[in-house]
Protein backbone atom coordinates (compact mmCIF):
# COMPACT_ATOMS: atom_id res chain seq x y z
CA UNK A 1 0.00 0.00 0.00
CA UNK A 2 2.74 2.48 0.82
CA UNK A 3 4.38 1.90 -2.25
CA UNK A 4 1.21 2.25 -4.49
CA UNK A 5 0.60 5.62 -2.16
CA UNK A 6 4.19 6.87 -3.03
CA UNK A 7 3.52 6.36 -6.57
CA UNK A 8 0.22 8.06 -6.98
CA UNK A 9 2.18 10.97 -4.96
CA UNK A 10 4.96 11.25 -6.83
CA UNK A 11 4.28 9.79 -10.49
CA UNK A 12 1.12 11.57 -11.21
CA UNK A 13 2.03 14.68 -13.72
CA UNK A 14 0.40 18.17 -12.78
CA UNK A 15 -2.29 19.65 -15.51
CA UNK A 16 -1.11 22.63 -15.25
CA UNK A 17 1.62 24.12 -17.55
CA UNK A 18 1.14 21.79 -20.34
CA UNK A 19 0.33 23.30 -23.73
CA UNK A 20 -1.47 25.76 -23.87
CA UNK A 21 -5.05 26.02 -25.25
CA UNK A 22 -5.16 21.91 -24.74
CA UNK A 23 -8.14 21.09 -22.68
CA UNK A 24 -6.17 19.51 -19.52
CA UNK A 25 -8.35 15.99 -18.49
CA UNK A 26 -7.79 13.52 -15.18
CA UNK A 27 -8.90 9.95 -15.87
CA UNK A 28 -9.26 7.94 -12.93
CA UNK A 29 -7.88 4.64 -14.56
CA UNK A 30 -6.59 2.82 -17.73
CA UNK A 31 -9.62 2.52 -19.57
CA UNK A 32 -11.10 5.72 -18.95
CA UNK A 33 -7.58 7.17 -20.03
CA UNK A 34 -8.16 5.80 -23.04
CA UNK A 35 -11.64 6.94 -24.28
CA UNK A 36 -10.27 10.28 -22.72
CA UNK A 37 -7.57 10.47 -25.36
CA UNK A 38 -9.01 8.59 -28.02
CA UNK A 39 -12.18 11.09 -28.04
CA UNK A 40 -9.91 14.36 -27.14
CA UNK A 41 -6.76 13.27 -29.57
CA UNK A 42 -4.38 15.91 -29.93
CA UNK A 43 -6.88 18.77 -28.71
CA UNK A 44 -6.62 17.37 -24.86
CA UNK A 45 -3.62 16.55 -22.19
CA UNK A 46 -4.88 13.85 -20.52
CA UNK A 47 -3.27 12.54 -17.23
CA UNK A 48 -4.09 9.09 -15.51
CA UNK A 49 -5.00 9.26 -11.80
CA UNK A 50 -3.77 5.54 -11.65
CA UNK A 51 0.11 5.46 -12.67
CA UNK A 52 0.97 2.55 -15.11
CA UNK A 53 0.88 -0.58 -13.34
CA UNK A 54 -0.49 0.45 -10.21
CA UNK A 55 -3.61 -1.45 -8.26
CA UNK A 56 -6.50 1.16 -9.00
CA UNK A 57 -8.32 0.34 -6.17
CA UNK A 58 -5.69 0.59 -3.26
CA UNK A 59 -4.28 4.45 -4.79
CA UNK A 60 -4.47 7.10 -2.05
CA UNK A 61 -4.52 10.96 -3.09
CA UNK A 62 -2.29 13.47 -2.52
CA UNK A 63 -2.39 16.98 -1.68
CA UNK A 64 -0.57 17.51 -5.50
CA UNK A 65 -3.23 15.05 -7.13
CA UNK A 66 -5.92 16.61 -5.43
CA UNK A 67 -5.02 20.24 -6.44
CA UNK A 68 -4.62 18.73 -9.84
CA UNK A 69 -8.31 17.27 -9.85
CA UNK A 70 -9.53 20.43 -8.59
CA UNK A 71 -7.57 22.59 -11.27
CA UNK A 72 -8.52 19.95 -14.60
CA UNK A 73 -10.54 21.09 -17.20
CA UNK A 74 -12.44 17.73 -16.84
CA UNK A 75 -12.20 14.57 -14.62
CA UNK A 76 -13.62 11.19 -16.06
CA UNK A 77 -14.20 8.65 -13.49
CA UNK A 78 -15.89 5.53 -12.24
CA UNK A 79 -18.17 6.35 -9.10
CA UNK A 80 -18.03 3.88 -6.42
CA UNK A 81 -14.49 2.21 -8.15
CA UNK A 82 -12.07 3.99 -5.99
CA UNK A 83 -13.37 5.25 -3.01
CA UNK A 84 -10.10 7.77 -2.66
CA UNK A 85 -11.13 9.29 -6.14
CA UNK A 86 -14.70 9.34 -5.33
CA UNK A 87 -13.73 11.72 -2.29
CA UNK A 88 -11.53 14.12 -4.27
CA UNK A 89 -13.67 14.76 -6.92
CA UNK A 90 -16.20 15.65 -4.43
CA UNK A 91 -14.10 17.91 -2.33
CA UNK A 92 -12.20 19.49 -5.64
CA UNK A 93 -15.58 19.87 -7.66
CA UNK A 94 -13.72 20.37 -10.83
CA UNK A 95 -15.34 22.29 -14.12
CA UNK A 96 -16.66 19.03 -16.06
CA UNK A 97 -17.10 15.82 -14.33
CA UNK A 98 -17.70 12.56 -16.66
CA UNK A 99 -18.72 9.90 -14.08
CA UNK A 100 -19.47 7.49 -16.57
CA UNK A 101 -21.21 4.66 -13.87
CA UNK A 102 -24.50 6.87 -14.84
CA UNK A 103 -24.80 5.34 -18.55
CA UNK A 104 -22.92 2.34 -18.46
CA UNK A 105 -25.76 0.48 -17.14
CA UNK A 106 -23.78 -1.81 -14.59
CA UNK A 107 -25.20 -4.65 -13.40
CA UNK A 108 -26.15 -6.09 -10.11
CA UNK A 109 -23.34 -8.95 -9.31
CA UNK A 110 -26.31 -11.63 -8.11
CA UNK A 111 -27.52 -10.93 -11.41
CA UNK A 112 -24.37 -11.71 -12.76
CA UNK A 113 -24.01 -14.30 -10.30
CA UNK A 114 -27.19 -16.45 -11.25
CA UNK A 115 -26.98 -16.39 -14.81
CA UNK A 116 -29.45 -13.27 -16.51
CA UNK A 117 -28.17 -12.83 -20.26
CA UNK A 118 -27.08 -9.46 -20.90
CA UNK A 119 -29.91 -8.85 -23.98
CA UNK A 120 -29.84 -5.22 -23.69
CA UNK A 121 -26.20 -5.02 -25.21
CA UNK A 122 -26.81 -7.49 -27.92
CA UNK A 123 -27.18 -6.28 -31.23
CA UNK A 124 -27.33 -9.10 -33.26
CA UNK A 125 -30.88 -9.99 -33.47
CA UNK A 126 -30.52 -13.37 -31.28
CA UNK A 127 -32.82 -14.55 -28.51
CA UNK A 128 -31.23 -15.51 -25.67
CA UNK A 129 -32.16 -19.14 -25.08
CA UNK A 130 -30.84 -19.17 -29.14
CA UNK A 131 -28.97 -22.88 -30.11
CA UNK A 132 -27.19 -20.39 -32.63
CA UNK A 133 -25.12 -19.57 -29.52
CA UNK A 134 -25.09 -22.93 -26.86
CA UNK A 135 -27.19 -25.20 -25.89
CA UNK A 136 -26.50 -24.93 -21.81
CA UNK A 137 -28.25 -21.31 -21.19
CA UNK A 138 -30.32 -21.94 -18.30
CA UNK A 139 -27.65 -22.00 -16.02
CA UNK A 140 -25.46 -19.43 -17.47
CA UNK A 141 -22.22 -18.33 -15.56
CA UNK A 142 -21.33 -18.97 -12.19
CA UNK A 143 -20.28 -15.06 -11.64
CA UNK A 144 -19.32 -14.95 -7.81
CA UNK A 145 -18.92 -18.82 -6.75
CA UNK A 146 -18.74 -18.34 -2.92
CA UNK A 147 -20.46 -21.76 -2.15
CA UNK A 148 -17.53 -23.34 -0.56
CA UNK A 149 -16.47 -20.72 1.59
CA UNK A 150 -20.00 -20.13 2.88
CA UNK A 151 -20.36 -23.71 3.62
CA UNK A 152 -21.58 -25.04 0.84
CA UNK A 153 -21.63 -29.26 0.53
CA UNK A 154 -19.33 -29.94 -2.31
CA UNK A 155 -21.06 -33.43 -2.48
CA UNK A 156 -24.50 -32.52 -2.91
CA UNK A 157 -23.43 -30.00 -5.25
CA UNK A 158 -21.76 -32.75 -7.27
CA UNK A 159 -25.17 -34.91 -6.89
CA UNK A 160 -26.72 -31.91 -8.85
CA UNK A 161 -24.53 -31.86 -10.86
CA UNK A 162 -25.14 -35.51 -12.01
CA UNK A 163 -28.85 -34.73 -12.25
CA UNK A 164 -28.58 -32.07 -14.52
CA UNK A 165 -25.99 -33.52 -17.22
CA UNK A 166 -28.24 -35.41 -19.03
CA UNK A 167 -31.07 -32.47 -19.40
CA UNK A 168 -28.96 -29.86 -20.41
CA UNK A 169 -25.98 -30.88 -22.21
CA UNK A 170 -23.37 -29.10 -20.31
CA UNK A 171 -21.69 -30.64 -17.63
CA UNK A 172 -21.30 -27.02 -16.03
CA UNK A 173 -24.11 -24.75 -14.93
CA UNK A 174 -24.87 -22.39 -12.19
CA UNK A 175 -27.65 -24.56 -10.25
CA UNK A 176 -25.26 -27.70 -10.89
CA UNK A 177 -22.27 -25.95 -8.76
CA UNK A 178 -24.84 -24.48 -6.11
CA UNK A 179 -26.39 -21.16 -7.16
CA UNK A 180 -29.56 -21.75 -6.58
CA UNK A 181 -29.13 -20.83 -3.41
CA UNK A 182 -30.64 -17.82 -1.01
CA UNK A 183 -28.83 -14.30 -1.20
CA UNK A 184 -28.10 -14.83 2.44
CA UNK A 185 -25.05 -17.03 1.71
CA UNK A 186 -23.22 -13.79 -0.40
CA UNK A 187 -23.71 -12.15 2.73
CA UNK A 188 -20.03 -11.44 3.45
CA UNK A 189 -19.37 -9.81 -0.43
CA UNK A 190 -19.31 -6.32 1.39
CA UNK A 191 -16.56 -7.22 3.57
CA UNK A 192 -14.51 -9.43 1.10
CA UNK A 193 -15.60 -8.46 -1.94
CA UNK A 194 -15.43 -4.24 -1.13
CA UNK A 195 -13.14 -3.34 -3.54
CA UNK A 196 -15.21 -5.11 -6.70
CA UNK A 197 -18.60 -3.82 -4.82
CA UNK A 198 -20.18 -0.44 -6.24
CA UNK A 199 -23.76 -1.03 -4.66
CA UNK A 200 -23.92 -4.62 -5.13
CA UNK A 201 -22.67 -3.86 -8.75
CA UNK A 202 -20.41 -5.57 -11.08
CA UNK A 203 -18.15 -2.35 -12.16
CA UNK A 204 -15.87 -4.18 -14.96
CA UNK A 205 -18.03 -2.62 -17.79
CA UNK A 206 -15.03 -2.12 -19.80
CA UNK A 207 -15.05 -5.69 -21.27
CA UNK A 208 -18.11 -5.07 -22.78
CA UNK A 209 -17.18 -2.71 -25.85
CA UNK A 210 -20.23 -1.77 -26.07
CA UNK A 211 -20.66 -0.32 -22.70
CA UNK A 212 -17.60 1.22 -23.87
CA UNK A 213 -19.31 2.85 -26.73
CA UNK A 214 -21.37 4.69 -23.67
CA UNK A 215 -18.41 5.51 -22.23
CA UNK A 216 -17.38 7.53 -25.01
CA UNK A 217 -20.90 9.21 -25.67
CA UNK A 218 -20.81 10.75 -21.74
CA UNK A 219 -17.14 11.69 -22.12
CA UNK A 220 -17.94 13.28 -25.87
CA UNK A 221 -21.07 15.37 -24.13
CA UNK A 222 -18.59 16.84 -21.04
CA UNK A 223 -15.51 17.30 -23.45
CA UNK A 224 -17.60 19.47 -25.73
CA UNK A 225 -18.87 21.43 -22.97
CA UNK A 226 -16.14 21.91 -21.30
CA UNK A 227 -14.23 23.56 -25.08
CA UNK A 228 -17.26 23.99 -27.49
CA UNK A 229 -14.33 25.38 -30.07
CA UNK A 230 -13.06 21.58 -30.13
CA UNK A 231 -16.82 19.79 -30.36
CA UNK A 232 -16.43 19.09 -34.04
CA UNK A 233 -13.88 17.12 -33.32
CA UNK A 234 -14.72 15.52 -30.66
CA UNK A 235 -17.38 14.21 -32.21
CA UNK A 236 -15.68 12.55 -35.18
CA UNK A 237 -13.16 11.25 -33.03
CA UNK A 238 -16.15 9.44 -30.45
CA UNK A 239 -17.16 8.03 -34.29
CA UNK A 240 -14.26 6.98 -34.96
CA UNK A 241 -13.43 5.03 -31.28
CA UNK A 242 -17.27 4.22 -31.50
CA UNK A 243 -16.53 2.42 -34.77
CA UNK A 244 -13.28 0.36 -33.70
CA UNK A 245 -15.39 -0.99 -30.33
CA UNK A 246 -18.60 -1.57 -32.60
CA UNK A 247 -16.09 -4.14 -34.56
CA UNK A 248 -14.66 -4.92 -31.56
CA UNK A 249 -17.92 -6.86 -30.68
CA UNK A 250 -18.22 -8.42 -33.82
CA UNK A 251 -15.02 -10.00 -33.65
CA UNK A 252 -16.16 -11.31 -30.31
CA UNK A 253 -19.86 -12.20 -31.10
CA UNK A 254 -18.86 -14.27 -34.38
CA UNK A 255 -15.59 -15.51 -32.23
CA UNK A 256 -17.76 -17.16 -29.39
CA UNK A 257 -20.91 -18.10 -31.22
CA UNK A 258 -20.17 -21.49 -31.04
CA UNK A 259 -17.58 -23.25 -28.54
CA UNK A 260 -17.55 -26.12 -27.76
CA UNK A 261 -16.18 -26.28 -24.39
CA UNK A 262 -17.84 -22.40 -23.39
CA UNK A 263 -15.94 -22.64 -19.88
CA UNK A 264 -13.36 -20.95 -17.95
CA UNK A 265 -11.99 -20.72 -15.09
CA UNK A 266 -10.04 -17.23 -13.88
CA UNK A 267 -8.16 -15.98 -11.40
CA UNK A 268 -10.92 -13.63 -10.34
CA UNK A 269 -14.35 -12.95 -11.76
CA UNK A 270 -13.66 -9.83 -13.81
CA UNK A 271 -15.44 -11.64 -16.95
CA UNK A 272 -19.04 -11.09 -16.02
CA UNK A 273 -20.65 -8.64 -18.64
CA UNK A 274 -18.40 -11.23 -21.57
CA UNK A 275 -19.80 -14.16 -20.32
CA UNK A 276 -23.30 -12.65 -20.27
CA UNK A 277 -23.18 -11.29 -23.42
CA UNK A 278 -21.04 -13.51 -25.43
CA UNK A 279 -22.46 -17.11 -23.75
CA UNK A 280 -19.92 -18.74 -21.71
CA UNK A 281 -19.24 -19.54 -18.18
CA UNK A 282 -16.81 -17.40 -15.90
CA UNK A 283 -15.68 -19.23 -12.64
CA UNK A 284 -13.50 -17.71 -10.36
CA UNK A 285 -10.32 -19.24 -7.93
CA UNK A 286 -11.14 -16.24 -6.66
CA UNK A 287 -14.60 -14.31 -6.12
CA UNK A 288 -14.82 -10.76 -7.82
CA UNK A 289 -12.38 -8.87 -5.93
CA UNK A 290 -9.01 -10.01 -6.35
CA UNK A 291 -7.89 -9.70 -2.76
CA UNK A 292 -10.59 -12.08 -1.68
CA UNK A 293 -8.83 -15.42 -0.14
CA UNK A 294 -9.40 -18.69 -1.54
CA UNK A 295 -10.18 -21.38 1.02
CA UNK A 296 -8.96 -25.10 0.39
CA UNK A 297 -12.76 -26.66 -0.17
CA UNK A 298 -12.80 -23.71 -2.98
CA UNK A 299 -9.72 -25.30 -4.19
CA UNK A 300 -11.12 -28.51 -3.90
CA UNK A 301 -14.01 -27.54 -5.45
CA UNK A 302 -12.51 -25.42 -8.54
CA UNK A 303 -10.13 -28.84 -9.34
CA UNK A 304 -13.55 -30.78 -9.81
CA UNK A 305 -15.05 -28.19 -12.16
CA UNK A 306 -11.71 -28.30 -14.17
CA UNK A 307 -12.16 -32.67 -14.02
CA UNK A 308 -15.10 -32.12 -15.19
CA UNK A 309 -15.03 -30.48 -17.99
CA UNK A 310 -11.33 -31.34 -18.89
CA UNK A 311 -10.36 -27.60 -18.98
CA UNK A 312 -6.42 -27.89 -19.92
CA UNK A 313 -5.76 -24.11 -18.75
CA UNK A 314 -6.78 -21.69 -15.67
CA UNK A 315 -6.47 -18.00 -16.27
CA UNK A 316 -4.19 -16.00 -14.29
CA UNK A 317 -3.55 -12.34 -14.44
CA UNK A 318 -0.29 -10.18 -15.33
CA UNK A 319 -0.34 -7.95 -11.93
CA UNK A 320 -2.07 -10.09 -9.60
CA UNK A 321 -0.89 -12.74 -7.66
CA UNK A 322 -2.50 -15.54 -8.15
CA UNK A 323 -0.24 -18.17 -6.26
CA UNK A 324 -3.71 -20.14 -5.93
CA UNK A 325 -4.19 -20.56 -9.68
CA UNK A 326 -0.54 -21.79 -10.32
CA UNK A 327 -0.90 -24.06 -7.22
CA UNK A 328 -3.96 -25.17 -8.48
CA UNK A 329 -2.83 -25.50 -12.08
CA UNK A 330 0.66 -27.18 -11.16
CA UNK A 331 -1.67 -30.31 -9.31
CA UNK A 332 -3.70 -30.91 -11.86
CA UNK A 333 -1.05 -30.94 -14.29
CA UNK A 334 -2.67 -27.85 -16.86
CA UNK A 335 -1.06 -24.81 -18.03
CA UNK A 336 -1.93 -21.17 -16.26
CA UNK A 337 -2.64 -18.36 -19.20
CA UNK A 338 -2.70 -14.20 -18.70
CA UNK A 339 -5.89 -13.49 -19.77
CA UNK A 340 -5.70 -9.68 -18.91
CA UNK A 341 -8.72 -7.47 -17.04
CA UNK A 342 -7.44 -4.48 -18.12
CA UNK A 343 -7.51 -2.96 -14.45
CA UNK A 344 -3.74 -2.97 -14.20
CA UNK A 345 -1.96 -1.33 -17.38
CA UNK A 346 1.79 -1.36 -17.52
CA UNK A 347 2.22 -2.68 -21.37
CA UNK A 348 1.98 1.17 -22.87
CA UNK A 349 2.98 -1.04 -26.29
CA UNK A 350 -0.43 -2.70 -26.18
CA UNK A 351 -3.95 -0.66 -26.15
CA UNK A 352 -7.31 -1.26 -24.94
CA UNK A 353 -8.16 -2.48 -28.20
CA UNK A 354 -5.07 -5.08 -28.41
CA UNK A 355 -5.18 -6.23 -25.15
CA UNK A 356 -9.28 -7.00 -25.60
CA UNK A 357 -8.05 -8.66 -29.47
CA UNK A 358 -5.58 -10.57 -27.39
CA UNK A 359 -8.18 -11.72 -25.16
CA UNK A 360 -10.75 -13.01 -27.62
CA UNK A 361 -8.08 -15.16 -29.17
CA UNK A 362 -6.66 -16.98 -25.64
CA UNK A 363 -10.81 -16.92 -25.15
CA UNK A 364 -11.26 -18.59 -28.93
CA UNK A 365 -8.52 -21.58 -28.22
CA UNK A 366 -9.36 -22.53 -24.43
CA UNK A 367 -13.27 -22.69 -25.17
CA UNK A 368 -12.36 -24.53 -28.53
CA UNK A 369 -14.71 -22.15 -30.88
CA UNK A 370 -15.56 -22.47 -34.70
CA UNK A 371 -16.79 -20.66 -37.11
Known amino acids: MAATVLAAAGCTPSTSGNAEGKLQVMASFYPLQFIAEKVGGDAVQVTSITPAGAEPHDIEISAKTQADIAQADAVVYLQGFQPSIDKAVKEASPKNIADVSKVVDLVDIAAHRHG????EHRDDGKDATSNDRHDHQDGAHDHENEDAQD???????????NEHKGSHGHENTEEEHGHDRGESDHDHEGKEGHHHDIGGKDPHFWLDPKRMEKAVDEVEKVFSEAAPKHKSTFAANAKVVKQQLHDLNERYDTTLKRCIQPTIVVGH???GYLASKYRFHQIGVAGIDPEQTTSPARLKEISQVVKDNKLNVIFTESKIQDKDSKVLADDLG???QVLDPLEIHSDTSKDYIKVMEDNLEKLSTAMQCTQ
Open 116 to 119: KQDD
Open 269 to 271: EAY
Open 151 to 161: GHNHEAAKDEH
Open 334 to 336: IKT
